[in-house]
């Protein structure tokens, strides 16, 4: 008996041994690759996200004076509620600044209610250069800065003949574009109260006159400014961006018909089942970072596509800027690099506001600047010729 309780207690004392190794062998012994003394816990990595600048400019030459008679006017109205929905949108860490620009910037350490009270006294400079004060705002935008400009844009130029402007300022803002490759702009044209002298002329008048507010900054940053919920109606918008290559996916519950969601594997591409000689599919494309609107995106007749077999059916908006394309053809679906462009195209509301003249312009149109917008335009044309893209492999 004495025996058999030795042998019970060799055999339970050799059982707690090897579980003793085997808690010091998992717990003791580092992992491959790691070093004995590593702290094993993963972090969680947190992206800083960087503090925005949103700078404020009126361009203070004497033509802009006008806008800001009395103690209510559009000018003021336009900036103020810019101010609001930004200051109360803006994140931690974000500022805002108030400036006015001529050829140099003048900062203004003021509240917003007091700037634009002072604003008036303050637009007292003689001679303005558009094309100037346009290359100081490139100069400081970057990925962390918008910057917002109010001002008539009177087309005034050291190079006096408007197509010589014209191509200064392409070459301005082509630098502009490859010194900073995300810069795009929003531009915004209203019709605002005016007392005051029209310049070039100085021709008194009191009235409504066109006044442009440009945002400036990068894709995104410029987008949500766009998005903001601005009450004061615009008469006419534009945008204009570096050209987006735009992530997609096929939709389709034909297995087969598809790569993955990537490329479409023609041959299992089937027709459509109400409608002879027809093919369809739809497209998720994102558009979150593209600037432009809703119904602008929506035009098909804004659209280029190659090859021309294919065309676009159909564009629907789905949520967070998704859109849904269909695209169709008439015949066999053939094999190919199908690309569909966003064409950069100057409006029609650009030409018809348009004046060249020392008189007093024609309602709701500006001196020059057609030659201003054209030039900014041809800068981005040059470059890129499409707002964005859409690249889908046929094979």
């Known amino acids: ?95 805002i600044s108030l400036n006015y620009i001529n050829n140099g910037i003048s900062s203004q350490k003021i509240t917003i209610n007091k700037w634009l009270n002072q604003i008036y006294e303050n637009c007292n400079s003689s001679y303005s250069d558009i094309d100037k004060v346009l290359e100081q705002i490139l100069l400081t935008t970057n990925d962390n800065t918008i910057n917002i400009l109010l001002s008539d844009y009177c087309f005034e130029s050291r190079f006096g003949n408007l197509d010589k402007a014209k191509s200064e300022i392409t070459k301005i803002f082509t630098k502009g574009i490859n010194k900073y490759n995300d810069l795009s702009i ?139 394309y269909t695209i169709a053809t008439n015949q066999r679906p053939f094999a190919c690099d199908l690309v569909i462009g966003y064409t950069t195209k100057l409006p029609d509301w650009v030409i018809t506001s348009n004046f060249e003249n020392n008189s007093l312009p024609k309602d709701s149109t500006t001196y020059g600047i057609k030659s201003l917008i054209e030039g900014v335009n041809n800068a981005y044309r040059n470059k890129y010729n499409n707002i964005f893209i859409i690249n889908l492999n046929l094979k």
């Open 1 to 95: 008996m004495k025996k058999k309780k030795i042998v019970v207690m060799r055999s339970c004392i050799v059982s707690l041994s090897c579980l003793y190794l085997m808690i010091c062998s998992s717990c003791g012994n580092p992992r491959s690759g790691e070093s004995k003394n590593e702290d094993n816990t993963k972090e969680i990595e947190i992206v800083k996200k960087e503090p925005i600048t949103y700078n404020f400019y009126v361009e203070n030459s004497g033509s802009v004076k006008g806008y800001f008679k009395g103690n209510t006017n559009d000018a003021g109205n336009i900036l103020k509620e810019f101010y609001d929905r930004i200051e109360e949108n803006k994140g931690d860490g974000d500022t």
């Open 186 to 324: 929003a531009i915004y044209k209203y019709e605002a109260s005016f007392e005051g002298y029209y310049f070039p002329g100085k021709i008194k008048f009191n009235g409504k006159r066109p006044l442009y507010l440009w945002i400036f900054g990068p894709s995104r940053k410029v987008k949500d400014v766009t998005n903001l919920p601005i009450t004061l109606e615009n008469e006419a918008k534009m945008f204009l961006q570096p050209m987006e290559v735009c992530t997609t996916m096929v939709v389709t519950n034909n297995a087969r018909m598809t790569d993955k969601g990537k490329d479409i594997i023609v041959k299992h591409w089937k027709e459509d089942r109400y409608e002879n000689n027809l093919y369809k599919v739809d497209i998720k494309v994102d558009l979150s970072k593209v600037i432009i609107s809703d119904s602008e995106i929506k035009d098909i007749t804004k659209y280029t596509i190659a090859p021309n077999e294919y065309y676009i059916e159909n564009i629907k908006s789905e949520s967070k800027g998704q859109y849904i």
